[in-house]
């Protein structure tokens, strides 16, 4: 353990990714309990070309995460849309948006050394190993900030999400609400892709909070336990992948999945016996 | 460099072994994805597609790996995959809470799998790629051949169940009363769907399955509702997609996985204006929401 914290780039990934956890954790709580799961989804693609796109424009990995993501989650908050993995129209667009995606991939690699071709493996996968100085601080703040902002929401939040004729009547400023959330969304998608990769967002956002679910039906246990769920995962995840020279996402997606089935196991039995 | 003289261009194009086999293997996968993409849309299972690729990911690399070909990897994966809906016993539907919530969970398990198989294998970024987003570089001899194999065998699959399967799907209580086993029915369509997503991921990887087995059936049904027609539409669409798609990536260097979505997506949208054009100056309905 000591050998493990004494290197910088674990101990940066223990306190990045911790904080991205909890953020997601946090959120994605929200994500699964407002059935926007595929919004979260195409947010994922929009990050991985954003991402690319501002890599060949010259700006810095994270303007492009950041700026492409909350650009496309207000659009979809304007036309109302919901991202419902259904729609074929959306599956045309995202699929259309990554393929975009790989079009400056291929650009950026051209342009540069040969070198940077494992780069959109990493933006694809996360890469929390390998996280830049910036992007630790970057990461770690905004990762906070995103906690303390939905938790001084979540109450109105929940309420707008689980009854929201009666939230409307009792004056719940829906709009400002939504919008507030889906740049939340947009934030911790950005955030997780850092740790987990653009692909792999489901395994630190919805699965956390799916086995949280399972075990709790209260808002607030539930909320707390998907977000030390994600932070337990992530963390556990990295311990592993020290000792283990497997991929981090790997880990921290199948222990995601592992917690996640054992939910729904215990939750069988539970309802077998009472 | 293209001459713009069509019979040069297609030399120049045929000229090397492997866009010979990525011609011969992508009109394989066009005729199936078309064929099968529009009873696809017909039947929403839209997102099943999309999963049933991300699932077929692991396989591939699992194919790599083992080093046997990575269609009979995707095969395998698919397959199982579909099996498991069918044993589940509905349709893969994305508008439920937890259900969403936990095919998000699998994908998200099933593609850092992959992840894993490539890293083992130790393979260069690029093997990743492929895989992902699909290439026209690598489909090998014996790849070829096992999308002959699979693509004649769910081609033929379809035509014989291709006209009750409509039915089914359009008014499944009037078939069932007639007779028509719709279980069943909907069981071998997610084989024969299982299969086409498998081969296809060879010319449009993983993530962008839907521009070949998805688009064209949509942009079809747009047009059209008569079932012959969308469905030849739907072919002719995605051989369109494919062929311009392969020789435009051979042509410029750019990834063929761009090129495809980006004509299945201009395709799509250009219907749909034509549409809502159409719609208003016959007078009809204003404004058709989406």
């Given amino acids: ?274 | 460099m293209p001459s713009w003289d069509l019979v040069a261009d297609i030399q120049l194009l045929l000229q090397f072994h492997f866009m010979q086999n990525a011609f011969v293997a992508g009109t394989l996968v066009a005729l199936l994805a078309g064929a099968a993409g529009y009873f696809v849309v017909l039947r929403g299972q839209s997102f099943g597609a999309h999963m049933l690729s991300q699932v077929g990911f692991p396989g591939a690399a699992a194919g790599v790996l083992l080093h046997v070909s990575p269609v009979l990897g995707l095969i395998v994966f698919c397959l199982a995959a579909a099996l498991g809906i069918g044993w589940a016993g509905r349709n893969v539907d994305a508008g439920h809470r937890s259900e969403s919530a936990a095919i998000g969970s699998i994908l998200a398990f099933s593609l850092g799998l992959g992840l894993l198989f490539f890293r083992l294998y130790a393979g260069s970024a690029a093997g990743i790629y492929s895989f992902l987003f699909g290439t026209i570089l690598g489909i090998s001899d014996r790849d070829v051949e096992l999308t002959l194999a699979v693509a004649t065998v769910s081609l033929g699959a379809l035509v014989v169940i291709g006209r009750p399967l409509v039915f089914a799907t359009v008014d499944p209580d009037v078939a069932e009363a007639r007779g028509v086993n719709v279980w069943l029915l909907s069981i071998a369509f997610l084989v024969i769907l299982a299969l086409a997503v498998a081969i296809t991921v060879q010319i449009v990887g993983t993530l962008l399955i839907f521009a070949l087995l998805v688009a064209p059936g949509a942009s079809a049904l747009q047009l059209t509702a008569r079932p012959g027609r969308a469905l030849g539409l739907s072919i002719a669409l995605s051989l369109a997609f494919t062929w311009l798609g392969l020789a435009l990536a051979y042509f410029t260097d750019l990834p063929v996985g761009f090129f495809i979505t980006s004509l299945a997506f201009a395709t799509y949208v250009a219907v749909r204006g034509l549409k809502a054009a159409a719609t208003i100056r016959s007078g009809g309905l204003r404004f058709v929401p989406a």
Avoid: K
């Fill in chain 1, 1 to 274: 353990m000591q050998q493990m914290l004494a290197l910088d780039f674990m101990r940066n990934a223990f306190v990045t990714g911790g904080c991205i956890a909890l953020a997601a954790g946090l959120v994605g709580y929200f994500v699964v309990l407002r059935n926007q799961v595929f919004t979260a989804d195409a947010l994922g693609h929009v990050a991985f070309t954003g991402s690319l796109g501002g890599l060949l424009a010259g700006l810095n990995l994270l303007v492009g995460v950041f700026g492409s993501c909350i650009a496309v989650a207000l659009a979809i908050g304007t036309l109302g849309g919901r991202g419902r993995g259904r729609d074929v129209a959306i599956g045309t667009v995202f699929a259309w948006v990554l393929g975009v995606g790989v079009l400056f991939l291929s650009l950026y690699i051209t342009a540069r050394s040969a070198a940077t071709g494992s780069l959109g493996v990493s933006v694809l996968f996360g890469s929390i190993l390998g996280l830049q100085p910036y992007q630790v601080v970057v990461g770690s703040i905004t990762g906070l900030a995103t906690c303390a902002v939905t938790l001084l929401v979540a109450r109105p939040l929940l309420f707008l999400s689980v009854d929201p004729d009666v939230a409307v009547a009792r004056g719940v400023p829906i709009r400002a609400l939504t919008a507030l959330f889906l740049v939340l969304l947009a934030i911790t998608v950005a955030e997780s892709v850092q740790a987990v990769g653009a692909l792999l967002i489901f395994g630190l956002m919805v699965t956390p909070a799916a086995t949280a679910q399972n075990l709790s039906a209260r808002p607030w246990l539930g909320m707390v336990l998907s977000a030390l769920i994600a932070l337990a995962v992530v963390w556990a995840g990295l311990v592993l992948s020290f000792y283990v020279a497997y991929p981090t996402s790997f880990f921290i997606t199948s222990l995601a999945f592992a917690a996640y089935l054992a939910s729904l196991a215990g939750r069988q039995i539970v309802r077998r016996f009472a």
